[in-house]
């Protein structure tokens, strides 16, 4: 037995030896790329001994380039291929918030909710999504201020399927009383859950454009008033989808996909097909150019109970100021775009916190001076025919009007001298952002659509 123990204890203390001994050879002979045994080698020159790497080519046929085919209804159908097993396709329309002068506020915000309900094929949601699934689907729609965009990204071997189905969606929903009941509810908790949300950007982007263009075009709610929630039912819908929802107002627009193959699905499921809300007679549509008019809008409310607890959201005021800019169509949009990154807009790809950007204006000259603010962003909307330039702002109460101060202070700074050094870095980080996008399909989709629709359909002022 104790020469049983002995053995064991023997085999055990060589495994650990085999163990802790060095697979390459001694810690004294290893060699690190910082250390002298090798060359000192550039990065922008290849490694010695290392193979010349292979690449893969392309045949230099695929530009990437948007093709627009016009059906004989007025239906525009844009694509652009790109490779990948998967496709991006929906149907965007000339509707939304700013076309509701001669309507009920919020119809597009109630279009929004209902949106891939129960149809003149599919009797629920349910069932829309289990079509969807079989090539791997999904879907959704948003509502801007000047479009309606129903998307749906699936397999590019179920085109077919896909186009069939938001044609229906679009052109045949039933609008029960079911679905418009459980709309007015989804559309009260909204509103319910936008004034009470500590984040109050959605807010003041909605009264900084009331203030703006006020009751007109793009200054109309977005989203649909408490007192009109009760009010718009289905012959309010139809009315409205009557005169928007036409075929010279919509773009079936389609990222992933050949050109022929969409155009061919298009005639199929969209040409001769007779809405739900019969066929439009004389069309009575919102021509309105934006105006500029320009205002104040100040709401008072007492965050005090929203966040309790051991550290509770600091009581802030949020302000919000703007300056009208240019439409996405006229050849100053790239330069507003480069001024945004400057001052501290853009998306994810920023450094440094609020400020979007470590190098970003608002960032050296307010965030970092100022250590009181709590947050300063920039913002640019634009549209078909306008824009807004915002920076967004929060501070203690106490310090509003020094707040405010600070950053008019940087709107005039907007026009005096710019940094070559500043220029370049916004530039450079204004086009890492596009090319970013460039790898995501519903982001081409949605700029490929809204291009195409807004170019055709609407002529800017200078050439009214």
């Not at 010279?248 to 050949?258: T, W």
């Not at 947050?375 to 915002?390: F, I, K, Q, R, V």
Request: hydrophobic share 40%; with cysteine.
């Amino acid at each position: 037995m104790a020469t049983a123990v002995w053995a064991a204890a023997r085999l055990l203390r060589g495994s650990a030896v085999l163990c802790a001994r060095p697979r390459f050879g001694s810690p004294a002979h290893r060699r690190f790329s910082s250390g002298a045994t090798y060359p000192n080698i550039p990065l922008s020159s290849p490694l010695p001994g290392v193979p010349k790497p292979i690449f893969a080519t392309v045949d230099g046929q695929e530009k990437f380039e948007t093709k627009v085919t016009t059906l004989d209804n007025g239906l525009r159908v844009a694509s652009q291929n790109k490779f990948g097993q998967f496709c991006t396709v929906g149907i965007l329309i000339n509707s939304g918030s700013r076309y509701e002068a001669k309507y009920l506020s919020g119809i597009a915000h109630f279009l929004e909710k209902l949106a891939f309900s129960s149809t003149a094929r599919f009797d629920s949601k349910d069932e829309i999504l289990l079509t969807l699934e079989k090539h791997g689907g999904i879907c959704d729609c948003q509502t801007s201020r000047d479009t309606t965009m129903y998307a749906v990204s699936a397999d590019s071997k179920g085109l077919d399927t896909v186009v069939d189905l938001l044609a229906d969606v679009v052109l045949h929903p039933r609008l029960t009383d079911e679905e418009i009941e459980m709309t007015r509810m989804a559309v009260q908790f909204e509103l319910e859950d936008l004034n009470m949300r500590p984040d109050p950007e959605p807010l003041l982007t909605e009264m900084i454009h009331e203030a703006a263009f006020r009751e007109n075009t793009v200054g109309l709610h977005r989203f649909c008033p408490v007192e009109n929630i009760a009010k718009i039912d289905r012959e309010v819908l139809h009315s409205y989808l009557k005169n928007y929802y036409t075929p010279d107002r919509m773009v079936l627009a389609g990222v992933g996909v050949e050109h022929e193959h969409l155009v061919e699905c298009a005639r199929k499921y969209l040409v001769g097909a007779e809405p739900a809300w019969g066929a439009p007679g004389t069309v009575d549509v919102d021509r309105s150019v934006a105006q500029y008019t320009g205002g104040i809008i100040k709401v008072e409310r007492d965050m005090s109970n929203v966040s309790l607890g051991p550290t509770p959201i600091p009581e802030l005021t949020h302000i919000m100021v703007g300056l009208e800019s240019c439409s996405f169509l006229e050849d100053d949009f790239i330069p507003f775009a480069v001024l945004n990154m400057m001052m501290g807009g853009g998306g994810s790809f920023s450094a440094g916190g609020p400020g979007k950007g470590m190098f970003s204006r608002l960032y050296l000259n307010v965030l970092n001076r100022h250590h009181w603010m709590y947050n300063a962003t920039s913002y640019h909307h634009s549209y078909e025919d306008t824009g807004l330039l915002c920076i967004h702002a929060s501070a203690d109460p106490r310090q509003v009007r020094e707040m405010v101060e600070i950053i008019t202070k940087e709107f005039i700074l907007m026009g005096r001298t710019v940094d070559l050094v500043e220029l370049e870095r916004a530039k450079t980080q204004l086009m890492s952002m596009l090319m970013m996008n460039l790898e995501s399909r519903p982001v081409i989709f949605e700029d490929v659509g809204r291009q195409v629709l807004a170019t055709h359909s609407r002529k800017l002022p200078h050439e009214l």
